[in-house]
C-alpha cells in the first residue's frame, strides 16, 4: 500500500492550465478505473472534483478533466482561478475495499 | 443536505486508546459505506478503514490492522473508530467520509477531529 506519487507542487497564472500527475501501479491506478481526484483547502473538508478517472459530480465546473494511461492518472485544470488554489489529492482502489492516496500537490495560482 | 460531524478526538499517551464518532444527516446512512481517512501534520491524506452498509464487513489500511476497529450504529446514525495501542505516528486529523455507491470512492467529508499521541 505505498502512497501514489504526485508532483509535491504545480503553480500557473490565472487562466491558464495546469496539469497533476499521479502515478501509481498496476495493482491501482492501472489496475481499475476508479481513480478520484480531491481538493482540499486546508481546515476544510476535502471536496471530490474527479471519479471513476473522468467523471465530475454534480456542481464541479468542467474546467476540472481527469484521465488515465497506464499507470498514470492525471487531473487538469483549465482556466485558472484564484480559488483554486489549493492542495489537490489522487486516490486509487487498490482492491479487496481498500485505497490508496497520493502524497498530494500544491497548487499555487500565480 | 449531507453533513458529517467527527467527534472524541485529543490528546492521549502512548499505548492509550481513543474512540472517535462521526454523526451523520442528510442522508439514508444504513444503504452507504463509511470510510475513515487521515491526515498527519504536513502529511497527505492516507486512507484508514471501511466498513460495508450492513456493517458487516470491514477493511483496514496495514499501519492499523489489528489495532484500530470501524463499526457503527445505524439505528443512531453514527460510525465509529475504536483505536487502541495508539503510537506517536497516528498523531493525525481524521475524517469519517461517505461512500458513492459502486463507484469505489467517497463524495462527502466532515470537517476532521484531532488526535494527538504524546506524553
Known amino acids: 500500500q505505498s502512497a501514489l506519487t504526485q508532483p509535491r507542487s504545480v503553480s500557473g497564472s490565472p487562466g491558464q492550465s495546469v496539469t497533476i500527475s499521479c502515478t501509481g501501479t498496476?495493482?491501482?491506478?492501472?489496475?481499475?478505473?476508479?481513480v478520484s481526484w480531491y481538493q482540499h483547502h486546508p481546515g476544510k473538508a476535502p471536496k471530490l472534483i474527479i471519479y471513476?478517472?473522468?467523471k465530475r459530480p454534480s456542481g464541479v465546473p468542467d474546467r476540472f478533466s481527469g484521465c488515465k494511461s497506464d499507470n498514470t492518472a492525471s487531473l487538469t485544470i483549465s482556466g485558472l482561478q484564484p480559488e483554486d488554489e489549493a492542495d489537490y489529492y489522487c486516490?486509487?482502489?487498490?482492491?479487496?475495499?481498500?485505497?490508496?492516496f497520493g502524497g498530494g500537490t500544491k497548487l499555487t495560482v500565480l | 443536505q449531507v453533513q458529517l460531524v467527527e467527534s472524541g478526538g485529543g490528546v492521549v499517551q502512548p499505548g492509550g486508546s481513543l474512540k472517535l464518532s462521526c454523526a451523520a444527516s442528510?442522508?439514508?446512512?444504513?444503504?452507504?459505506?463509511m470510510h475513515w481517512v487521515r491526515q498527519a501534520p504536513g502529511k497527505g491524506l492516507e486512507w484508514v478503514a471501511f466498513?460495508?452498509?450492513?456493517?458487516?464487513?470491514?477493511h483496514y489500511a496495514d499501519p492499523v490492522k489489528g489495532r484500530f476497529t470501524i463499526s457503527r450504529d445505524n439505528s443512531k446514525n453514527t460510525l465509529y473508530l475504536q483505536m487502541n495501542s495508539l503510537r506517536a505516528e497516528d498523531t493525525a486529523v481524521y475524517y469519517c467520509?461517505?461512500?458513492?455507491?459502486?463507484?469505489?470512492?467517497?463524495?462527502?467529508w466532515g470537517q476532521g477531529a484531532l488526535v494527538i499521541v504524546s506524553s
Open positions: 467520509a461517505k461512500d458513492l455507491e459502486k463507484s469505489y470512492t467517497t463524495d462527502y
Open positions: 442528510g442522508f439514508t446512512f444504513n444503504r452507504f459505506g
Open positions: 466498513l460495508w452498509y450492513e456493517g458487516n464487513n470491514e
Open positions: 498496476s495493482s491501482d491506478v492501472g489496475g481499475y478505473n476508479y
Open positions: 471513476e478517472v473522468n
Open positions: 486516490c486509487s482502489y487498490a482492491g479487496t475495499y481498500t485505497w490508496v
